[in-house]
Structures are given as structure tokens and as C-alpha cells.
């Protein structure tokens, strides 16, 4: 299997066709941060249950017979977001950027009553004078 690896030339974010698996040294490069730094974003990521490790990570082989550990595109979107350095906030803003400029319309849903979810009473019943139609 194929793997990408996201790059910042230039001010842009190159996104790989395939699927983004990058290891932690690759994390390190495109963040300018260390390794240590990303293994301890990464550590705290999975302690405290924003991510399973297990979804997140995959060996691929890099020399015949060893493996390196790579993390999906959520994992590294995540430790862009957990390590203030200026690369990763550069990161964040081209990415948020790039969100939004691909985001799709999408629709908000308003129940037709105003139901306060707290007391349980509807709004029409307790203020009818309010909710008249003219």
C-alpha cells in the first residue's frame, strides 16, 4: 500500500493523491518540531481518548525487514493542533484555509416548536401571545 506524505513548498500544502501516513521523523520535518516533541503530542493524543492508537497507526516497511510506525492524516492534523510552534500554526491556517474554500453548503435544522429542553415546556404553550401567526 501506498503512502503519502503531506509537504509545505512555497506557502501551499501539497496533499498527496494516496492516503497520508507519515512517521514521526516526517512529522518532525513538516513541523519543524522534534521528534521527541511529536511523540509526546502523539502520546498525549492517545492518553486522553481524542484518538485510538490502533486506528491511528501502521507499520509499513521502510528496509527490508524493518518497519517504521506511520500515523494517518487524523493523527497528524491532531498533533498540528496540540504543538505551538509556528510551523504547525502555519499549518493549521492553510489547512483551515483549504477547509474552507472545499466546505460544502450545508443546512441548520430548526425544530418547528421551542421546546426548552430544560423544564420540558413548550414556548408556544407558555407564551401563546408570542407565537401567534398573523
Known amino acids: 500500500m501506498e503512502r503519502g506524505i503531506i509537504k509545505i513548498e512555497n506557502g501551499e500544502i501539497i496533499l498527496p493523491d494516496t492516503p497520508v501516513w507519515m512517521t514521526v521523523w516526517e512529522m518532525s520535518d513538516l513541523f519543524m518540531v522534534s521528534a521527541y516533541g511529536i511523540r ?4 498525549q493524543i492517545f492518553r486522553s481518548g481524542i484518538m485510538d492508537e490502533p486506528d491511528a497507526v501502521r507499520p509499513f516497511p521502510y528496509a527490508e525487514g524493518c ?3 506511520a500515523y ?9 493542533f496540540r504543538i505551538n510552534a509556528a510551523a504547525c500554526r502555519r499549518f493549521r491556517e ?5 477547509f474552507m474554500e472545499k466546505s ?31
Not at 94 to 98: D, G, K, T, V
Request: charged share 25%.
Open 40 to 43: 509526546k503530542a502523539l502520546r
Open 67 to 69: 518497519y517504521a510506525e
Open 72 to 80: 494517518n492524516m487524523e493523527a497528524v492534523a491532531a498533533v498540528a
Open 94 to 98: 492553510l489547512m483551515l484555509r483549504r
Open 104 to 134: 460544502l453548503d450545508f443546512y441548520i435544522c430548526i425544530p418547528a416548536t421551542d421546546c426548552n429542553h430544560r423544564t420540558g415546556y413548550d414556548a408556544a404553550q407558555v407564551w401563546p401571545e408570542r407565537h401567534k401567526l398573523s
